[in-house]
């Protein structure tokens, strides 16, 4: 099984919203995939109200996601390991003990040759706009994502 963890800095926006799309798109006999986040803010907690109900009008339900923080055996878990921005890819990096760890993280935006900025924004001050536009960032990302992850 394919190991799949997406990153973001509080795990309550972005990240959930990415592991509810990716999990959607993928058959779950093949491909586990989680959400985290970098920073120790939010553990324990739902995702935001406002990736709940973006992802609700869009057919999914991350109601129940819970936050974590990214840890170093998270390494050891997962195959692949999306980032959502820079920031976040500097602070895995940081935790990384070898070159294998560093090989399995990936900035998530960089796989969509469409999308020119490859910092994912943070909508957690923005609006609902803001969060919609997020969404379909995501999912156009993750629909490119799929093709190379079911030819695995």
Do not use: W
């Amino acid at each position: 099984m394919t190991r799949i963890l997406m990153v973001c800095l509080g795990n309550i926006c972005r990240s959930p919203l990415a592991h509810g799309i990716l999990q959607s798109k993928l058959s779950e006999d093949r491909f586990y995939v989680d959400s985290a986040g970098t920073a120790a803010y939010h553990i324990g907690k739902s995702p935001d109200k406002r990736s709940i109900a973006v992802a609700k009008d869009n057919g999914l339900d991350i109601s129940t996601q819970s936050a974590r923080q990214f840890k170093v055996s998270d390494f050891d878990t997962f195959d692949f390991i999306y980032v959502m921005d820079e920031s976040n890819y500097a602070d895995v990096i940081r935790l990384a003990r070898n070159d294998n760890d560093k090989a399995k993280v990936s900035v998530f935006l960089n796989h969509n040759n469409n999308i020119s900025h490859k910092n994912m924004p943070d909508p957690y001050y923005g609006d609902e706009s803001d969060f919609k536009y997020v969404y379909q960032l995501i999912d156009e990302t993750c629909d490119v994502l799929v093709k190379s992850l079911n030819n695995l």
